[in-house]
């Protein structure tokens, strides 16, 4: 799900056509003719302007963040959850403490809340004018059907991003499958030549699964895999990259700095699967795990995958191996 409580437009990678706001905006301080307009998200780091009308005479620029404590009259729509027209501010008590009145001189705001498509609030959607103003009906309407406009584009991202993760995500173990692995895993490795770090590929394999299934059923065999994946999760870095390719193969691209230290992270891997598996109250399995390393030349995920499938196959083979009486 699209994280609600997050910035919209942080960095490169944002997900709304800013652009499409801006003229939304722009054309509503048109119609208004007025000197200031925004969209307003507001999360818990406080109310960060998303657009802002362009008008010369407009104190706040996009990016700006004014803190949750600060008595502005976003605040007041975000909290109600409700439209908030108040047309002579400097006259009401309530915004005496107000630095958009105080400071600003502003004397008029006209707002809406923004929802995202769950209903919860993203922000505010409003018009402020230096002068005292006297909305009509049908300017109320308007402002409304924009703020609408703004509303079916979250939808829109909404639905985006929950697409994306169905495409990319396993279903049973939510992390990533065997498409987006080769994906990502591929940028990474570009990434790697370029910026001079090494990967290493894990091709971890669970020991009997099967017998796992055959004795206690579906179920508990799929517990494993879940439990297998949060293991994987918990205790490899954000930066590796995590997937299942199917069955109960799953892969870790881990970015190392020194490739002695792989053995400590695949007995850790080890180990924790063990303890989160009795955690659970489920039965003890054994892994196999696999190795291989980027090299300098230029590589693709495929072979180095390939590699650490065939390094997987030995420790598998030792490992039944020592198991025989
Ligand atoms: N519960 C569950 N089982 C699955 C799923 N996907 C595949 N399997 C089962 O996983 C088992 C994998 O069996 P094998 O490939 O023989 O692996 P194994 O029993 O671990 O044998 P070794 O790898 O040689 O130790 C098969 O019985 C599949 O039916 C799943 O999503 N959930």
Known sequence: MFKTNQWVFSGKDSQISLQKWQKTVD?????????????????????RIVVASEQRE????????????TNIFCKKVV???????????????????????????????????????????FGTFCVMDFEQTDYQRNYLELIKQLRDMVEDDLALINSFVQMREIAMLD??????????????????LSLSGRLGFDVCCLFIDINDFKKLNDNYGHEI???ALMTLAKTLKS????????????????????QISDKRLISHVIDKIINAYQAE???????????????????????????????????????KQAFKLAKKP
């Open 221 to 223: 065999g799929d517990q």
């Open 58 to 69: 407009n104190p706040y620029k996009a990016g700006e963040v004014v803190p949750l404590d």
């Open 277 to 315: 598996l009795a955690d659970k109250n489920l039965p003890t399995l054994t892994l196999s795990i696999g190795r291989s390393f980027s090299s300098s030349e230029k590589e693709s995920f495929e072979a180095l995958l390939d590699m650490a499938d065939k390094d997987m196959y030995s420790v």
């Open 27 to 47: 054309l509503m301080t048109e119609l208004f003719s007025a000197p200031a307009g925004f969209v307003v998200q507001a999360t818990d780091a406080g109310y």
């Open 79 to 121: 909290q109600d959850n409700q439209a908030l027209y108040v047309n002579h501010a400097s006259k009401d008590d309530m915004w005496l403490d107000n630095p958009e009145v105080t400071q600003d001189g502003f004397e008029s705001y006209l707002g809406l809340p923004i929802h995202w498509p769950d209903g919860e609030v």
């Open 235 to 254: 205790h490899l870095r954000d930066a590796d990259i995590i997937g299942r390719l199917g069955g109960d193969e799953f892969v870790a691209l881990i």
């Open 171 to 188: 279903p049973l173990t939510h992390i990533y499958n065997r498409r987006a692995l080769n994906l990502l895993a591929q940028q990474k």
